[in-house]
């Protein structure tokens, strides 16, 4: 059974009117990424990825985290859409969040704007915001979406 899309309200947008294949898109407010008590990230320049089904996916320069919080791990996957992707322990002097950051080097067509950039799993850190909004991960902790009150559902990695 096909899931049921919400209604989007004034100002927000349904999940299930976003592309298959995924777009991307730039996108500029405030984002901020805390973990260990201290901002390890922040810019007010991303990318969002738009897939059917699932909440933005955001990419922030790696240029806007702190020196050292981003750690080289080994291991790889592959997305159909981006290509390989490698991945980033996140460290601060009071916590490590174990391949928490992934970024594509060398994305495949479409989406070479994010070559470099990193991406963070929300429900691995102490707190990602949009725009001065606390983010909800995406359900499941596989996929690496991020809910706010602007995206309506429901999202893929839910039951169901």
């Given at each position: 059974m096909r899931p049921r899309p919400e209604t989007p309200g004034p100002g927000q947008e349904s999940v299930w009117d976003y592309p298959r294949p995924p777009r991307l898109e730039p996108f500029n407010a405030p984002i901020t990424i805390e973990?260990?008590?201290q901002v390890i990230a922040a810019t007010n320049r991303s990318?969002?990825?738009l897939e059917t089904s699932h909440p933005p996916t955001y990419y922030l320069p790696r240029s806007c985290f702190?020196?050292?919080?981003l750690r080289d791990t080994p291991g790889a996957s592959w997305c159909e859409w981006k290509g390989q992707a490698r991945y980033f322990d996140l460290v601060t002097p009071a916590a490590v969040a174990a391949k928490a950051a992934w970024t594509y080097p060398h994305p495949t067509a479409g989406f070479e704007p994010i070559a470099g950039a990193v991406a963070v799993m929300a429900?691995?850190?102490?707190?990602?915001?949009v725009d001065g909004e606390t983010v909800i991960p995406q359900p499941g902790g596989f996929y690496g979406g991020w809910i706010t009150s602007r995206v309506v559902g429901p999202f893929k990695g839910g039951p169901g």
């Open positions: 973990l260990g008590g990318w969002r990825v702190a020196d050292g919080v429900g691995q850190v102490d707190r990602c915001t």
